[in-house]
T-cell receptor, first 112, second 115 residues
């Protein structure tokens, strides 16, 4: 079965501190990987995807195939980054699946 | 990206009744999915809504409990049948806007409380 692990339920940091939200996935073929974010009282929205290698709101994520990890990082956290973050591998048709699987989520709390 | 309208946004229902949730997309989409997010939990995929054929259900979910319709490429419904308090959850519609796209878009969700 495809699995994704986010080991931390809660990550609490002070404003300006670096942030790393961990994500490990089970390997089966070559999944595409996403990070989704849910701010308070807002709908789930796409933060970034590894295929585009983009940086959104200062966040980046590097795919490490050797470690099967896709950790989300930001060098200086802001209070507005406080939200729930979900790592989501997409196992596309080439891997025999076509669905987005969500990790348990990590709540990031950035304190002033 | 596609714009999703999901109705109702919330409801409170008595046990034993059923609720049908609608998902309308402003453009034709290849894939539509239904997720559940129970209190304090992550998202769990219920099923893939297939246009013109029966939905594909994930382990632990069955058609009798969660019948799904998808009459065309822009619309789907999920029914939560014979509800119990354990069905209290947020139900989310999600779509893949077009073939080859990986940017899943989510509806705002339906918050269901079963009393």
């Amino acid at each position: 079965a495809q699995r994704v692990t986010q080991p931390e339920k809660l990550l609490s940091v002070f404003k300006g501190a670096p942030v790393e939200l961990k994500c490990n996935y089970s390997y089966s073929g070559s999944p595409e990987l996403f990070w989704y974010v849910q701010y308070s009282r807002q709908r789930l929205q796409l933060l970034l995807r590894h295929i585009s290698r983009e940086s959104i709101k200062g966040f980046t994520a590097d795919l490490n195939k050797g470690e099967t990890s896709f950790h989300l990082k930001k060098p200086f956290a802001q209070e507005e980054d406080s939200a729930m973050y979900y790592c989501a591998p997409y196992y596309g048709c080439s891997g025999g699946y076509n669905k987005l699987i969500f990790g348990a989520g990590t709540r990031l709390a950035v304190h002033p | 990206s596609a714009v999703i309208s999901q109705k109702p946004s919330r409801d409170i229902c008595q046990r034993g009744t059923s609720l049908t949730i609608q998902c309308q997309v402003d453009s034709q989409v290849t894939m539509m999915f239904w997720y559940r997010q129970q209190p304090g939990q992550s998202l769990t995929l219920i099923a893939t809504a297939n246009q013109g054929s029966e939905a594909t259900y994930e382990s632990g979910f069955v058609i009798d409990k969660f019948p799904i319709s998808r009459p065309n490429l822009t619309f789907s419904t999920l029914t939560v049948s014979n509800m119990s308090p354990e069905d209290s959850s947020i139900y989310l519609c999600s779509v893949v806007p077009r073939q080859g796209s990986y940017g899943y878009t989510f509806g705002s969700g339906t918050r269901l409380t079963v009393v």
